[in-house]
């Protein structure tokens, strides 16, 4: 009898080992690939590396993905904005004019202008409407700032009123959701918004200081785009200390001065191919401008 008591309890112990190993380590072992990466460089400006990636060699899908890296001693973040008509990112970039840049946050596709947030030069633009019974969503959770020193700062969102009273926080656009804080991922939920795959973009801030704005392609058989969670595990991977979403899907652009396809380096979506005219028109982009011309 107390044989038979042994071996169920090491058969138990067992199937908790198996059931260990299959829901912690396996999706880890899957999940954790993004330094198989392979990178094409190449500095476009002082202070400004492009990076760019095309294979099937992450997540065992075709991804395309670029990042901008800026460094903050030559590099300054500016947020580009229309308040009621909507604008290519390409668009933006050019009319600042800026040096590269990604699209911004979310907007009203309809009436144009951004629906969070946002603040451009310390004057309030628009403002976050919440659910008043859901409260903030995992969307609104997350801020991409400029101080008035040129600092970007990526946070957990204040309310609106406490960025109103904050001359330092010269710049602020709500988005999200938050990925990393503190060099930790953040908890998400797993709806669809999260968990299915999509065009993507974001923009972090390093260990070291520097800003990356990164964009995922997606919606095509070259490029599988990512869910949150994969952004989140590549932008740790690249060293990010804190991350935040932007807006996505078609909306995802990035944008360099100089480049063919009117500076359009991505692959955006919103035609339904991947080539570089599927641009979509946003209300917001985030630019990247020289300290000298700024």
Not at 67 to 76: K, M, R, T, W
Not at 206 to 223: C, F, P, S, Y
Not at 264 to 290: K, Q, T, Y
Request: neutral net charge.
């Amino acid at each position: 009898m107390n044989l038979i008591k042994f071996i169920n309890r090491i058969a138990w112990i067992f199937a908790k080992l198996l059931f260990f190993f299959l829901v912690a380590i396996v999706p880890f072992v899957s999940f954790a690939q993004p330094d198989s990466i392979s990178w094409v460089n190449k500095e476009i400006h002082p202070g400004i590396i492009h990076k760019s990636h095309h294979s099937d060699s992450v997540w065992s899908t075709w991804q395309h993905i670029h990042v901008l890296i800026a460094d903050p001693a030559l590099i300054q973040a500016v947020i580009a904005y229309s308040e009621d008509t909507l604008f290519k990112t390409s668009h933006f970039g050019f009319s600042y004019p800026a040096i590269a840049g990604v699209n911004g946050g979310f907007f009203n596709v309809r009436e144009g202008g951004s629906v969070m947030y946002l603040k451009v030069n310390n004057i309030r633009i628009s403002t976050t409407i919440i659910d008043p019974e859901k409260g903030r969503r995992e969307h609104q959770k997350g801020a991409f700032i400029v101080t008035d020193e040129g600092h970007v700062v990526i946070e957990t969102v204040k309310p609106d009123s406490v960025y109103d009273r904050m001359p330092v926080y010269e710049n602020v656009l709500v988005t999200g959701p938050l990925l990393l804080y503190n060099g930790k991922t953040v908890s998400l939920s797993n709806r669809a918004f999260n968990s299915d795959k999509h065009p993507r973009t974001a923009a972090c801030i390093t260990r070291e200081q520097k800003l990356l704005l990164i964009t995922v392609d997606g919606r095509n058989e070259k490029a599988a785009g990512m869910s949150l969670f994969q952004l989140a595990e590549l932008l740790k991977y690249a060293g990010c200390l804190n991350a935040v979403n932007l807006d996505g899907g078609g909306s995802t652009t990035m944008w360099i001065s100089d480049e063919p396809f009117n500076g359009v380096v991505n692959m955006p979506s919103d035609n339904g191919l991947f080539d570089h005219n599927g641009e979509r028109a946003c209300a917001n982009a985030i630019l990247l401008i020289a300290k000298s011309e700024n």
